[in-house]
């Protein structure tokens, strides 16, 4: 059957990102440094998580200071280190996303020409991520501001997860077939639960409900949403598993992220049931659905990158 038009736009415009013959160093310890900023934001997202669930949004009054200084000791418990280590720990990695367009339009002779557009990209989500952590603090945590706020966290995350995974050396076996489309629904899908499990959070949408039966309606959505995205990941794994000629690579990623939705049931549902009073494993819930989310983000790209290689052209 004869590829979409669409499909073949896409594959000719993956076949430029491939990597051919030996890879730049520059381009090597760029990627490692993607990677890195990747791992970093993952955590904080969980320490942004850890901050919400011990109440300690609103422990630094102002900003971006913290009680008007860089460092308050004299104001330091654990709910103050946690919103200073929040905003530190942000600060450091935009200062990483403008080292890495700085260093992209450095070596760009040498990269792909595509990696500064996307470092520029990254940085531009990370400078709202900024905003919007600052609106957290002065809107006095109104809800659809924190929800904005993971939001941008999980694009600025994916992005890099996009970037680092171009960078990554592959020779595609061409057998992924639909594993792409699949696996990009399952992407959109756990994207949106993830939204509605920050609503959840940010309106305290559990308690309202067990405790004055309001917003149930926000609490049974985020419920309900367990379905499409757990199907849809597991679709993608069973595809995966019955495709006998897939690339290790992707293989292994489509496992993942079966192993990641089942954990994230479990917390979900200890969560529910414990009523949200043991906040490591709230947290838990979040990063995992953070992490599950990047793994979906690198298996479509990558699995793009397979399906390109049936579009180049012979030499």
Not at 33 to 61: E, Q, Y
């Amino acid at each position: 059957m004869a590829e979409s038009i669409f499909e073949q736009k896409i594959a000719t415009q993956l076949q430029s990102l491939d990597i051919h013959g030996e890879e730049p160093a520059s381009q090597k310890w760029i990627r490692r440094f993607v990677w890195k900023i990747a791992v970093a934001t993952l955590l904080l997202m969980a320490v942004g998580s850890a901050t919400r669930v011990m109440n300690a949004g609103l422990a630094c009054p102002d900003w971006p200071l913290c009680y008007g200084q860089l460092i308050p000791r004299a104001q330091m418990n654990l709910q103050v280190f946690l919103e200073w280590f929040h905003r530190l720990d942000a600060a450091l990695i935009g200062l990483s996303a403008i080292a890495l367009l700085g260093l992209s339009l450095w070596y760009r002779r040498e990269l792909p020409r595509w990696l500064p557009w996307a470092s520029g990209l990254a940085l531009s989500a990370i400078v709202f991520q900024g905003v919007l952590g600052g609106l957290t603090v002065t809107k006095l945590l109104r809800f659809d501001i924190v929800t904005a706020h993971l939001g941008t966290a999980l694009l600025f995350f994916s992005i890099l997860i996009v970037i680092a995974s171009l960078l990554t050396p592959y020779s595609g076996a061409g057998t992924a077939g639909i594993l792409p489309w699949l696996g990009l629904i399952a992407t959109l899908l756990i994207y949106i639960q993830s939204l509605l499990g920050a609503l959840v959070g940010s309106q305290w949408a559990l308690h309202q409900c067990f405790s004055f039966s309001q917003l149930c309606s926000v609490m049974n959505s985020h419920i309900i949403g367990v379905v499409p995205s757990t199907l849809s990941t597991l679709t993608l794994t069973f595809v995966a598993w019955r495709s006998r000629e897939l690339h290790p690579l992707l293989r292994k990623l489509a496992n993942t992220a079966a192993g990641l939705v089942a954990l994230q049931i479990l917390l979900g549902v200890a969560t529910f049931y414990l009523h949200l009073q043991v906040e490591p494993l709230t947290v838990m819930h979040q990063g995992v659905g953070a992490a599950l989310l990047g793994t979906l983000v690198a298996f479509v790209t990558f699995a793009l990158r397979d399906r390109a290689t049936l579009t180049q052209p012979e030499t």
